[in-house]
């Protein structure tokens, strides 16, 4: 069982940034994957970034690369997503999620899931 909590969100600029950050809970973390996800109204949920135990991020959407960066604090049970140069398209709930399968990850179909913070970006 693993528990998420993002934070972090909020209304910004188009350029403009912000950190996401999410907190885990719960046992065996090193053993899961950990992943950003967005939904835009109207639109499915997507997979953003991914990142394992250790390393640097191992997945990245097109729509964001060389923008936003997943990162990982192991020893404060952190995962967080850089956000810089925004865009009012990158504006969505998103969502920490977690999975021991890096398939499910990239797939959205992760077993645990935060509850969401909204980023809004103004034009």
């Known amino acids: 069982q693993v528990q998420l909590q993002e934070s972090g969100g909020g209304l910004v600029q188009a350029g403009g940034s912000l950190r996401l950050s999410c907190a885990a809970a719960g046992r065996n973390l090193d053993q899961y994957f950990m992943g950003w996800f967005r939904q835009a109204p109207g639109k499915e949920r997507e997979a953003v970034a991914a990142i394992g135990w250790s390393g640097p991020g191992i997945y990245y959407v097109d729509s964001i690369k060389g923008r936003f960066t997943i990162s990982r604090d192991n020893a404060k049970s952190m995962v967080y997503l850089d956000m810089n140069t925004l865009k009012p398209e990158d504006t969505a709930v998103y969502y920490c999620?977690?999975?021991?399968?890096?398939?499910?990850?990239?797939?959205?179909?992760?077993?645990?899931w935060g509850q969401g913070v909204q980023v809004t970006v103004s034009s």
């Open positions: 999620a977690a999975d021991t399968h890096y398939g499910k990850v990239v797939s959205s179909n992760c077993d645990y």
